[in-house]
Nanobody
C-alpha cells in the first residue's frame, strides 16, 4: 500500500524559507520519479518539481532558482527546499508518485504553505 506523508509547511514572511519533506512507503522508492505539486486557493493543481530515479531535476519556471528538489533513497524521502518565498507561492503542497505499471497517481495529504507579511 503506497503511502506518502508530507511535513514542513507553515506560515512564513516573504523572502523567507521553508523545507518540505515527504516520506514514502509501500513501493521501491529508489525506482520511482517523485514530484511536488501545489494548489493555490481557487486555482488548479500544478506541477512544481520532479526528480527522476536517476536524480535529474525539473522545475516549473516560476520556482527556478528558488526551489530545490532532492531525494534520499536510504530514507525513502523527497524534500523541497523553498527559498525567497513569495506570496504567490501560497498553496497546499502535495507529494506525488506514479506507478510505472498501472499509471495510477498517488498523493499525500498535503501541507499548507502560506507566505504573508
Amino acid at each position: 500500500q503506497v503511502q506518502l506523508v508530507e511535513s514542513g509547511g507553515g506560515l512564513v514572511y516573504p523572502g523567507g524559507s521553508l523545507r518540505l519533506s515527504c516520506t514514502a512507503s509501500g513501493f521501491t522508492f529508489s525506482d520511482r520519479a517523485m514530484s511536488w505539486y501545489r494548489q493555490p486557493p481557487g486555482k488548479e493543481r500544478e506541477l512544481v518539481a520532479t526528480i527522476t530515479a536517476g536524480g535529474s531535476r525539473n522545475y516549473v519556471d516560476s520556482v527556478k532558482g528558488r526551489f530545490t528538489i532532492s531525494r534520499d533513497n536510504t530514507k525513502s524521502t523527497v524534500t523541497l527546499q523553498m527559498n525567497s518565498l513569495k506570496p504567490e507561492d501560497t498553496a497546499v503542497y502535495y507529494c506525488s508518485t506514479r506507478s510505472p505499471w498501472t499509471k495510477q497517481d498517488y498523493w499525500g495529504q498535503g501541507t499548507q504553505v502560506t507566505v504573508s507579511s
